[in-house]
T-cell receptor
Framework: GQSLEQPSEVTAVEGAIVQINCTYQ??????LSWYQQHDGGAPTFLSY????GLEETGRFSSFLSRSDSYGYLLLQELQMKDSASYFC?????????????FGGGTRVLVKP | DGGITQSPKYLFRKEGQNVTLSCEQN?????MYWYRQDPGQGLRLIYY???????QKGDIAEGYSVSREKKESFPLTVTSAQKNPTAFYLC????????????FGQGTRLTVV
């Protein structure tokens, strides 16, 4: 099977930078995605890494190292609205179709 | 507007009853997924489907059943065999292929009393 590990909670102040790490165990996957979920809401897609390296999307960047089975999401210039849970997810290759598996999530609390 | 719709938003059922959660998408997506989320927890995969009339068990399929008779629809039945059915259920869809963005419905919060 697959497993993804993330820290359960991170607290930071407005304007700071937060890095959320994700380590995983799997065989045969396409890439690593990141999703944001506000309390009571639906997850929304943030970024995707198919290849090793850094992908930048505005204030958010994501990194993948396949050799280390590791990725991270970097949140820069934190804003109050960034308080949410963040999930890493693997798109795993399966004969019957791709399987999208999520980690346990990291709750980010942004303080003034 | 294109999107993925789950209904109802809140659902209450008595213990021992089967209940079916609706998920419809008009995004022309091939892949559809059902997840369960418990308070403060991650998303656990129940079932997923890549094509009509075919679906696969996820990590926690016991006590659940699905069907995929149409591309647009992927209903989930929570059966009486599910020992702890009270949870937040999320449906998602995506295009086929590598790392395609998954779009989620707004979820159904099921409470079994």
């Amino acid at each position: 099977g697959q497993s993804l590990e993330q820290p359960s909670e991170v607290t930071a102040v407005e304007g700071a930078i937060v890095q959320i790490n994700c380590t995983y165990q799997t065989s045969g996957f396409y890439g690593l995605s990141w999703y944001q979920q506000h309390d009571g809401g639906a997850p929304t897609f943030l970024s995707y890494n198919a290849l090793d390296g850094l992908e930048e999307t505005g204030r958010f960047s994501s990194f993948l190292s396949r050799s280390d089975s590791y990725g991270y999401l970097l949140l820069q210039e934190l804003q109050m609205k960034d308080s949410a849970s963040y999930f890493c997810a693997l798109t795993v290759i399966k004969a019957a179709g791709n399987k999208l598996t999520f980690g346990g999530g990291t709750r980010v609390l942004v303080k003034p | 507007d294109g999107g993925i719709t789950q209904s109802p938003k809140y659902l209450f059922r008595k213990e021992g009853q089967n209940v079916t959660l609706s998920c419809e998408q008009n995004l022309n997506h091939d892949a559809m997924y059902w997840y369960r989320q418990d308070p403060g927890q991650g998303l656990r995969l129940i079932y997923y489907s890549q094509i009509v009339n075919d679906f696969q068990k996820g990590d926690i399929a016991e006590g659940y059943s699905v069907s995929r008779e149409k591309k647009e629809s992927f209903p989930l039945t929570v059966t009486s065999a599910q020992k702890n059915p009270t949870a937040f259920y999320l449906c998602a869809s995506s295009l086929q292929g590598q790392g395609r963005e998954a779009f989620f419905g707004q979820g159904t919060r099921l409470t079994v009393v």
